[in-house]
């Protein structure tokens, strides 16, 4: 008689629910006691070198529809073009600034908002510089795994022309999903999901 194995059966998958802003952001949830403010809720203090900046944007459906449970993250470099990390080895970043913001979506309008600074230019792997850009990550109901994107500026024309990402999207259409609108320092960025406005979304 053959014995039997009783492999484990692999847990079900499961979407990114109401645990997503429960764990990362108690105090948006109103949840309190567990951090003083949610984790990367504020990237700049008074002492903060550069340009001061606001990216505003939603998180939009095939629908057209803002979703109003997202989460969204952004890194980006200080206005130097360093990078507040222990591989960042070309200088020394700013440190006033953290590099790193976490915004759920608003419950009302679906709104996300990061008050930041512009960051300064970066080498690509291959040393060609990059233009100014913030990645960012999202994280919703029904995305099985984070995507992530990029945010170019729409006042560095020049510096966006050299970009080595930008370059490798064949169709220059979908690069334009890539550079926010607004001016500075206000800046506006709606990432699509999906339908003709796409976002195009990176494998990182």
Same mark, same amino acid.
């Given at each position: 008689?053959?014995?039997?194995?009783?492999?484990?059966?692999?847990?079900?998958?499961?979407?990114?629910?109401?645990?997503?802003?429960?764990?990362?952001?108690?105090?948006?949830?109103?949840?309190?006691?567990?951090?003083?403010?949610?984790?990367?809720?504020?990237? !700049?203090?008074?002492?903060?070198?550069?340009?001061?900046?606001?990216?505003?944007?939603? !998180?939009?459906?095939?629908?057209?529809?803002?979703?109003?449970?997202?989460?969204?993250?952004?890194?980006?470099?200080?206005?130097?073009?360093?990078?507040?990390?222990?591989?960042?080895?070309?200088?020394?970043?700013?440190?006033?600034?953290?590099?790193?913001?976490?915004?759920?979506?608003?419950?009302?309008?679906?709104?996300?908002?990061?008050?930041?600074?512009?960051?300064?230019? !970066?080498?690509?792997?291959?040393?060609?510089?990059?233009?100014?850009?913030?990645?960012?990550?999202?994280?919703?109901?029904?995305?099985?795994?984070?995507?992530?994107?990029?945010?170019?500026?729409?006042?560095?024309?020049?510096?966006?022309?050299?970009?080595?990402?930008?370059?490798?999207?064949?169709?220059?259409?979908?690069?334009?999903?890539?550079?926010?609108?607004?001016?500075?320092?206000?800046?506006?960025?709606?990432?699509?999901?999906?339908?003709?406005?796409?976002?195009?979304?990176?494998?990182?």
């Amino acid at each position: 008689m053959v014995q039997d194995l009783g492999y484990l059966k692999e847990t079900a998958s499961q979407t990114a629910g109401p645990y997503v802003h429960i764990g990362l952001t108690p105090n948006f949830c109103g949840i309190p006691g567990v951090y003083e403010s949610d984790l990367g809720s504020a990237m !700049v203090n008074d002492h903060t070198l550069g340009e001061r900046i606001t990216v505003t944007g939603r !998180v939009i459906d095939g629908a057209g529809v803002p979703l109003k449970d997202a989460l969204v993250e952004i890194w980006q470099a200080d206005a130097a073009g360093f990078y507040n990390s222990p591989s960042e080895l070309r200088g020394t970043a700013d440190p006033n600034f953290t590099g790193w913001g976490r915004c759920p979506t608003g419950a009302e309008d679906g709104t996300f908002t990061f008050r930041t600074v512009k960051p300064g230019r !970066v080498p690509a792997r291959d040393g060609r510089l990059m233009a100014p850009h913030i990645t960012l990550w999202i994280v919703a109901r029904g995305i099985n795994l984070g995507l992530h994107t990029r945010m170019y500026f729409p006042d560095e024309a020049a510096a966006n022309a050299e970009d080595p990402l930008l370059g490798r999207i064949e169709y220059r259409q979908r690069a334009e999903t890539l550079v926010a609108g607004g001016t500075a320092p206000n800046y506006l960025f709606d990432i699509h999901l999906q339908g003709e406005k796409e976002t195009v979304f990176l494998d990182i």
